[in-house]
């Protein structure tokens, strides 16, 4: 699977932003789908996990009800909607697919294949 991330860029604290992430290369649907983030100095951390059919969805803590995962499997897109953003949101966002489910997905040592990263940055 091929993975490319797209909607980074520079905002104010309180704005929003909207991620992609373009699959191609293998069934998308067989695969669960997620985004990481990684600050500087920092680990690369989990954020979000959507299923296959988009059926169940996995927040890290601090962006729940901020952060919204979806996908389009017509289209072979996952989004990340991204309100209320803060200074501590800034980083590097990776999304991330694993043949496993997207409770399993939370670790990046489960991951299967990484996109290459698109950068977020949240001034305050």
């Known amino acids: 699977v091929q993975l490319q991330a797209s909607g980074g860029g520079v905002v104010q604290a309180g704005g929003s932003l909207r991620l992609s992430c373009e699959a191609s290369?293998?069934?998308?649907?067989?695969?669960?789908m997620g985004w990481f983030r990684q600050a500087p100095g920092r680990e690369r951390e989990f954020v979000a996990s959507?299923?296959?059919?988009?059926?169940?969805?996995y927040y890290k803590d601090p962006v729940n009800g901020r952060f919204v995962i979806s996908r389009d499997n017509a289209k072979n897109v996952v989004y990340l909607q991204m309100k209320s953003l803060k200074p501590e949101d800034t980083a590097i966002y990776y999304c991330?697919?694993?043949?496993?489910?997207?409770?399993?997905?939370?670790?990046?040592?489960?991951?299967?294949?990484w996109g290459q990263g698109t950068l977020v940055t949240v001034s305050s």
């Open positions: 991330a697919a694993t043949a496993g489910g997207a409770s399993y997905l939370r670790l990046p040592s489960r991951i299967d294949y």
């Open positions: 290369g293998r069934t998308f649907i067989n695969y669960a």
């Open positions: 959507i299923s296959g059919s988009g059926g169940s969805k």
